[in-house]
Nanobody, 120 residues
């Protein structure tokens, strides 16, 4: 019943911006951590950013610091990833995920992903 739907991906030139959204349904996740992950062709999935919906504590991968911002809207049960100053190496399928229990960072639920392509 839990479902995550990502949106906002697309094709953008280097230096441009995109805003990804992830709408969750089936449960209220105000106290659950949410993460954005990405997987590029031929590479393993990696974490981009995470946020605790309960307290708003955030984590960013080194590659995302200073360029990406993760945020949440508990009323809409939605998390966002604002992506600025995009680089070709950001090209990947981006996935959102929700933790298995409140305040856990063991991610159990995953969306289908949204493609982000950054041209040079």
């Amino acid at each position: 019943q839990v479902q995550l739907v990502e949106s906002g991906g697309g094709l953008v030139q280097a230096g441009g911006s995109l805003r990804l959204s992830c709408a969750a349904s089936g449960r209220t996740f105000s106290s659950y951590a949410m993460g954005w992950f990405r997987q590029a062709p031929g590479k393993e999935r990696e974490v981009v950013a995470t946020i605790s919906w309960g307290f708003g504590s955030t984590y960013y991968a080194d590659s995302a610091k200073g360029r990406f911002t993760i945020s949440r809207d508990n009323a809409k049960n939605t998390v966002y990833l604002q992506m600025n100053s995009l680089k070709p190496e950001d090209t990947a399928v981006y996935y959102c995920a929700v933790a298995s229990s409140p305040y856990s960072h063991d991610y159990k639920y995953w969306g289908q992903g949204t493609q982000v392509t950054v041209s040079s």
